[in-house]
């Protein structure tokens, strides 16, 4: 199913904002948020592989409440961000796992619901659609370890509260990227 939002978001952003959604009946549940950025595609990709900008535009730490910090150097397989609650106890973790010219595909770990760890696969894709346009998605997947019921639970909120900020992270990539924070250049 797709649907479309017209020129605004959900946060009153005037945007060129897609969405696919795909929930399946199973133990997964998933979607995909891409957004239109004017900016060159290296510029998008750099945005979205760095953790230091990932953090500079992503909208789990103010949601969240966590602070966020880099373990490794931040845009290679096996760097992480690392969030923790006011207490310093780790509450979750963002890990690059492969790094090719169009994806960053990272993996997430962090406590679900019921106690359970849950271990969502968030990737990044960057695709040139012009000179200076590039379409940014985020893909989602996880898996619900759930009894079928519980699943049902756990689908509501993940695709009320997951994919708002989801939608909010494209936004905020968005106007992250086109303020001109992030340089052509990797680092």
């Known amino acids: 199913m797709t649907m479309m939002f017209g020129n605004q978001d959900l946060y009153g952003t005037v945007l060129n904002v897609k969405t696919s959604v795909e929930l399946?009946?199973?133990r997964a549940v998933q979607w995909t948020e891409s957004i239109v950025i004017d900016a060159p595609a290296e510029v998008v990709r750099i945005a979205m592989m760095d953790q230091a900008h990932v953090m500079g535009w992503s909208a789990?730490?103010?949601?969240?409440?966590f602070t966020c910090a880099v373990e490794g150097d931040g845009s290679s397989?096996?760097?992480?961000?690392?969030?923790?609650?006011d207490d310093g106890q780790v509450q979750g973790r963002q890990r690059i796992v492969k790094v090719d010219d169009q994806v960053i595909h990272n993996v997430m770990e962090n406590k679900g619901p019921f106690g359970k760890t849950l271990r969502p696969s968030v990737d990044f894709r960057v695709t040139p659609i012009g000179q200076d346009r590039t379409r940014?998605?985020?893909e989602f997947e996880a898996?619900?370890?759930?009894?079928?019921?519980?699943?049902?639970?756990v689908r509501i909120p993940m695709s009320r509260w997951v994919r708002n900020l989801h939608r909010k992270d494209m936004a905020m990539l968005k106007e992250y990227v086109e303020s001109g924070r992030v340089r052509g250049e990797e680092h």
């Open 24 to 26: 399946e009946e199973g």
């Open 60 to 65: 789990w730490p103010e949601a969240t409440g």
């Open 77 to 85: 397989p096996g760097s992480e961000i690392v969030f923790r609650n």
């Open 136 to 138: 940014a998605s985020l």
């Open 143 to 153: 898996a619900l370890p759930f009894p079928p019921i519980l699943r049902r639970l």
